[in-house]
């Protein structure tokens, strides 16, 4: 049976990749500053076949992890149809896939520190479904032989009028004896959008942390701009805040000049100008 839905499936292989060149600026703790180069080409490779029976089966890779990829231990494979998606590989946890981070700046990223720092990490098992406008998931650590590794996610999104979207999403992960919580919510209105994300975590026997991420971007006639914020509290800790401020202008062919000002717990300063592009 196998063999005969193969021989059904029509191949599909496509390669995109991504690209960015420019230079950045760092402030170190004793207040020097250097300057250095950012430069960085990638490579994806995604392959699919789809059977009569309306299964779909493919596999993603980046060029430079194609030997990981081999041992199993980079890229993901998937099998979807009308039961949902299966997927397997280097893959996040369920909650970050909902909720995910707010927007960064920058055309290196600058530290990401609008990201958060999800438990549900190196997952190699997951499952989505969508239903309507919900879409769940579930995602585990198969070589946590405890068992204990797991994380669960769920969005609600809907489009209100052609140009607004409205999307809220929630999310837990176990892992060990730490519970992580989070929750993220955006809205897009002509061409403005903004997010936030919260993110709770009793770290077990440690002590809990907090964080809260809010971004707001605007997109209009090519040019683009982004705000974000971030704030970290641990028991028995000082307080940490990240801040950054970016903008764009959208060239044409998929590329965007960027500049980028990022600052992080200490209010060390980074900045960044140079190219992205896409092809």
Known sequence: ALTTIAACAEPNLSVDGSARLGVKSSEAADGTTSTSAINRVRLAFTGSVETDMGLEMGATIRADNAADGNAGTAGSQWISG?????????????????????????????GDYNELSYNSSNHDLGYTMNVGPVSVGMSTNTSDISGDNMALG???????????????????????????????????????????????????????????????????????ATIFQKNVTTVGAIDKSYQGVGVGYNLGGGSTAKFGVAKDDAGVQQMDVGISFSF
């Open 82 to 110: 009308s039961f949902g998606k299966l997927s397997m590989g280097d893959l996040n946890g369920a909650d970050e896939n909902a909720v995910g981070d707010v927007n960064g700046v920058g055309v290196s990223g600058l």
């Open 154 to 224: 769920a969005t609600f999104s809907m489009g209100i009028m052609d140009d607004t979207n409205v999307a809220v999403s929630i999310g837990q992960s176990t892992v060990g004896a730490a519970t992580q919580t989070s929750m993220g919510a955006a809205t897009t209105v002509m061409g403005v959008t903004a997010g936030i994300v919260m993110s709770e975590d009793d770290n077990g026997a440690d002590a809990a942390t907090s964080a809260t991420a809010i971004s707001a971007s605007f997109d209009v006639a090519g040019v683009s």
